[in-house]
C-alpha cells in the first residue's frame, strides 16, 4: 500500500498564540501521563486512525511571520480517507485550533469560514484535505511497510521471544540442540496456529508499478534537465557558424574553469577537510553518463522526429538525421552552461552571510528538552527563511527533486544509506515558498540523529538545507555546510519549536527493530529454508 507523507501549515493570529499552544498541551495530556502515548484514555486513537504511523501538531513562533500552525502526518492510503479518520478521533479539538488561525485571503476562505463560524458543524477534512502541502523532498523508511504488517510482525517476533525462552520450562530448552532448520520448522509449527497469515504471500513492499514509475520520473527528470541545459548551445549554434561555436565553447569554458579555480577555495575559516572530488566522481560515473548520453540522444530523436517532420516538412530521413545533429551540437554547449551555473553559485555562496552563533530561547528550549528521550523515537520540527535571488529559486527546486526522485530509488532497503534511525523525513515550502520546512521522526537523540547526518550524509543534508537563511558557509552546494557539526547544531536548533503533541502508532520499535521482525517473518512465511539461508535467518532470533 502507498504511504503518504503530507502536512498543513496554517498561519496563527498573534493574539491566539498561546491559546492555541495550550489546546495542544490539552490533547497531549488526554493520554497517559506516561509521555508515549498510546495508553489510557487517548487509546482509542489508535483504532480510530488507523492508518496513521507518525503525527505531530506544532505551533512556530515566528519572527518574520506571524505564528504558524503545523499538521504533519506519515499514513497509509490516500489523504482523503485520513483526514476523514482524523476528524472522527479529534474533530472538536481541531475545529478549536482552526479557529485560531487567519482567515485564508484566497478561494479557501468561504471554507474557513464554514467550519470556523460558533456553533458550526460543516466538516473540515475537506479543507484540510484543500490545504495539504506535498514534500519536496521525503524520505520513507521501512519502506512499503504499512502500520498493521509493522504491528502484526512485530507481534509475531515477541511470540518467537516467548517460544524460544518457555520450550520445555522444565527440562533443556530442545532448541539449543537443534540445526538452524530444524530450528525454523519447530519454531514455525509453534506459531503457525495463532499467526495464520504466515500461509499467505507476503505483499510486496514495492510494486512492480512503483519501480517503474520512481524510474521513469527520475529518467524524466534527467532528460528534461540536460535537454534545459542544452538549449542555450542549440541556439547559439543557429547563429553561429560551427567552427567558431566550438570556439567559443572552449575559450568561455577555459575561462571560467580559471576562475572557479580561483574561486573556488574555501573561504578563510570555513573549509571542513574531505575526501570527496568533484573530478574523481566526474571520471567515476563517467561509464554510466555515457550510457545516458545515447539514452537521451534515442529518447529525444524519438520525440524530436516526428516535431520536426511536422515544422518543416523534411522527410523522416532527413528529419532524424537533422535532429542527431541539433541534440549533438546541444550537448556540446551544456558543459559551458553548467560551468557558468556553477560560478554564479560561487559568486553567491562566497557573498552569503552565516549566523555563527543563533539565538535560542531558554525556556523553549528547556521545553524541548524536557519533551525529548522518553521513549526510542523522537520528533524534530523546524521552520527556516529561504534564502532570496533567482538562481537560489531555481536550484532550490530543481535540488529538492532531484534528490527526492534518487532517495526513491537508493533508499529502499528500510535505511537511508548507512544510517538505520530515520522513520519519516521530509522538507516542504510554506509562506509562498519564502521558508523550508523540516519534519523527522527517528530513533535515540536528537543529538545522536544529527551526528549520524554529519558524518554519513553531510553532503545530501547541505543540498537539502544550504538555501536556508544563516546556514553554515558551503561550497558548490554540497561540500562544508553542515560538516561544520557544532554551528549546524546550533543553526538547526534555533529554528526548532516545542513537540506539543507528537504520536507515534508503535513506540516501542526503531527502524532496525521494525527491518529485522520483517526479515524474521519472510523467514517464516517459507516452509522450509535451506541450510545457508537458514543460518542467515537465526542471526535475527
Avoid at 51 to 61: K, Q, T
Avoid at 184 to 208: C, E, G, S
Avoid at 515 to 531: C, H, M, P, Q
Amino acid at each position: 500500500m502507498r504511504q503518504t507523507t503530507l502536512s498543513v501549515a496554517l498561519e496563527v493570529k498573534p493574539e491566539s498564540y498561546d491559546h492555541l499552544s495550550s489546546l495542544l498541551d490539552k490533547l497531549r495530556n488526554r493520554r497517559n501521563p506516561d509521555p508515549s502515548g498510546g495508553e489510557g484514555p487517548f487509546a482509542d486513537f489508535l483504532t480510530r486512525v488507523p492508518a496513521v504511523h507518525f503525527m505531530s501538531l506544532s505551533v512556530f513562533p515566528g519572527f518574520d511571520y506571524d505564528p504558524l500552525f503545523v499538521i504533519e502526518a506519515n499514513f497509509d492510503g490516500e489523504k482523503g480517507p485520513f483526514w476523514g479518520q482524523l476528524e472522527s478521533a479529534i474533530g472538536p479539538e481541531l475545529r478549536a485550533m482552526l479557529r485560531c488561525c487567519k482567515r485564508p485571503l484566497d478561494n479557501a476562505g468561504p471554507l474557513f469560514d464554514s467550519i470556523t463560524a460558533p456553533d458550526a458543524r460543516a466538516p473540515i477534512a475537506p479543507y484540510l484535505e484543500r490545504r495539504s502541502l506535498t514534500p519536496t523532498v521525503f524520505h520513507q523508511g521501512n519502506r512499503g511497510m504499512t502500520r498493521d504488517r509493522i504491528l502484526a510482525e512485530h507481534k509475531l517476533f515477541e511470540a518467537t521471544r516467548v517460544e524460544l525462552a518457555c520450550a520445555n520450562v522444565d527440562g533443556p530448552n530442545p532448541y539449543r540442540v537443534l540445526t538452524p532448520r530444524q530450528i525454523h520448522a519447530k519454531l514455525r509449527a509453534a506459531v503457525l496456529p495463532d499467526f495464520a497469515w504466515l500461509n499467505q504471500k507476503a505483499p510486496a513492499r514495492i510494486t512492480l508499478a512503483q519501480n517503474i514509475g520512481d524510474w521513469v520520473r527520475l529518467i524524466g527528470f534527467i532528460v528534461a534537465t540536460v535537454f534545459v541545459l542544452s538549449v542555450p548551445g542549440l541556439f547559439l549554434r543557429l547563429a553561429m557558424p560551427w567552427d567558431r561555436y566550438l570556439i567559443l565553447l572552449v575559450l568561455v569554458f577555459a575561462g571560467i574553469a580559471l576562475l572557479l579555480k580561483k574561486i573556488g577555495v574555501a573561504l578563510p575559516g570555513t573549509g571542513i577537510a574531505t575526501k570527496f572530488s568533484f573530478l574523481k566522481f566526474f571520471f567515476k560515473q563517467l561509464p554510466p553518463l555515457l550510457l545516458f548520453v545515447a539514452g537521451y540522444l534515442v529518447i529525444a530523436v524519438a520525440i524530436g522526429t516526428p516535431l520536426s517532420m511536422l515544422a518543416t516538412a523534411r522527410n523522416f530521413d532527413a528529419a532524424w538525421r537533422g535532429m542527431i545533429e541539433w541534440l549533438l551540437w546541444g550537448l556540446a554547449g551544456a558543459p559551458v552552461v553548467v560551468a557558468a551555473i556553477v560560478l554564479w553559485l560561487r559568486v553567491i555562496e562566497r557573498r552569503d552571510s552565516s549566523q555563527d552563533a543563533p539565538p535560542v530561547d531558554p525556556m523553549m528550549l528547556r521545553e524541548m528538552a524536557r519533551r525529548e528521550d522518553w521513549i526510542p523515537q523522537n520528533h524534530m520540527g523546524s521552520v527556516v527563511l529561504i534564502k532570496p535571488g533567482i538562481l537560489r529559486a531555481i536550484l532550490i527546486r530543481a535540488g529538492h527533486r532531484g534528490l527526492g526522485l534518487v532517495l526513491r530509488i537508493v533508499a529502499r532497503s528500510g535505511y537511508l544509506g548507512s544510517m538505520r534511525t530515520i522513520h519519516f523525513a521530509h522538507w516542504a515550502m510554506v509562506n509562498n515558498r519564502s521558508r523550508l520546512m523540516f519534519f523527522s521522526n527517528f530513533d535515540q537523540t536528537w543529538e545522536s540523529y544529527l551526528d549520524d547526518f554529519i558524518e554519513k550524509a553531510h553532503a545530501g543534508l547541505t543540498l537539502a538545507w544550504c538555501c536556508g537563511v544563516g546556514f553554515p558557509p558551503t561550497r558548490f552546494l554540497v561540500k562544508d555546510g553542515a560538516s561544520h557539526g557544532r554551528q549546524f547544531k546550533e543553526w538547526a536548533r534555533h529554528s526548532m519549536t516545542v513537540s506539543r503533541f507528537w504520536y507515534s502508532a508503535y513506540k516501542d520499535l526503531t527502524a532496525e527493530q521494525i527491518e529485522r521482525n520483517f526479515r524474521i517473518a519472510v523467514g517464516l512465511r517459507k516452509r522450509t529454508l535451506s541450510d545457508k539461508d537458514a543460518v542467515l535467518w537465526i542471526n535475527d532470533l
